[in-house]
Structures are given as structure tokens and as C-alpha cells.
């Protein structure tokens, strides 16, 4: 089995900085892509951010700058630092991960459970 638990949601202001982590665990032997996705209320879940194996990266036009995405192979875990903050960026967050498992029934595509972010006065 294998999980993504994301943590480091919350409320912030508006031009405040949040970080967000997601750690994998289980049966993995390598991780390829891990991306960060969000879902807006009445909104459509959309890519925020995604890293390749090899740390290459792509981001979405409307973080573009203000995101940060990166990740820590050895321990398994993708982050996102988010920056400059906005009230459009309220929405829960997600952590996605093409695994590669021990066993061929491990692997497979998994999402996390989900973090909220709500940027406010």
C-alpha cells in the first residue's frame, strides 16, 4: 500500500507565504512525477505545479513566480512553498505522485487526502 499525506494548510492574509509538504509512504521503490493540484469551491480540481524525477519543473500561469515547487527524494516528500499569497489561491490543495511500487500492484497514480488554504483579512 502506499499513502500521500500532505500537511502545512491554513489561513493566511493576503500577501503571506504558506508552505505545503507531502510525504510518501509504503511499499515504493521510485516516485516519477509529483505535482501539486487545487479544487476551488464550485471549481474544477486544476495542476498547480509538477516536478519531474529529475527536479524539472512547470507551473501554472496564475502562480507563476510565487510558487515554489521542489522535492526530496530520499525521504519521499514534494513541497510547495507558496508566496505572495492572493485570495484566488484560496482552495484545497492536493498532492499527486506516479509511484513505481515494490510490486506491480503497488504502482500506480495516488492523490493525497487534501489540505485546505484559505487566504483572507
Known amino acids: 500500500q502506499v499513502q500521500l499525506v500532505e500537511s502545512g494548510g491554513g489561513l493566511v492574509q493576503p500577501g503571506g507565504s504558506l508552505r505545503l509538504s507531502c510525504a510518501a509512504s509504503g511499499e515504493i521503490f521510485d516516485i516519477n512525477v509529483m505535482a501539486w493540484c487545487r479544487q476551488a469551491l464550485g471549481k474544477q480540481r486544476e495542476l498547480v505545479a509538477i516536478?519531474?524525477?529529475?527536479?524539472?519543473?512547470a507551473y501554472a500561469d496564475s502562480v507563476k513566480g510565487r510558487f515554489t515547487i521542489s522535492r526530496d527524494n530520499a525521504k519521499n516528500t514534494v513541497l510547495l512553498q507558496m508566496n505572495s499569497l492572493k485570495p484566488e489561491d484560496t482552495a484545497a490543495y492536493y498532492c499527486h505522485a506516479d509511484i513505481v511500487g515494490v510490486r506491480t500492484t503497488t504502482s500506480g497514480k495516488y492523490w493525497g487526502q487534501g489540505t485546505q488554504v484559505t487566504v483572507s483579512s
Open positions: 516536478i519531474s524525477g529529475g527536479g524539472t519543473t
